[in-house]
């Protein structure tokens, strides 16, 4: 089974987007889902995403590049341990590259 690194985007980051009143992020401001296999690179991220969260499900090693530059990752990368979701500020037609990392 291929390693899988789950991408969603959003317009701010989480803790602007609280629906009021609830403490609960507002999905309404989901802007995009990706499923990235490992050893491969996202989709350029759409116009409105300025905010991710990523999560593994094993260990890896991400790289952002922002838009114009190409994504690779190598396993001196950023660390991402598995099933453990981190939040980045990225720009619209930046990319995410993933590799194994054990």
């Not at 789950?6 to 499923?35: C, D, H, M, R």
């Not at 790289?63 to 001196?76: D, E, R």
């Amino acid at each position: 089974m291929a390693n899988t690194l789950w991408i969603t985007g959003f317009q701010s980051p989480l803790n602007a987007q609280v629906v009021s009143g609830t403490g609960k992020p507002n999905l309404a401001n989901l802007t995009e889902k990706q499923q990235v296999s490992f050893g491969s690179t996202s989709a350029a991220f759409n116009g409105q995403t300025r905010f991710i969260r990523v999560v593994a499900d094993a260990s890896c090693s991400i790289n952002y590049q922002p838009p114009g530059a190409t994504a690779s990752a190598s396993s001196i990368d950023l660390f991402l341990p598995a099933n453990t979701p981190e939040y980045f500020d990225v720009l619209p037609g930046g990319t995410l590259a993933v590799v194994t990392n054990s």
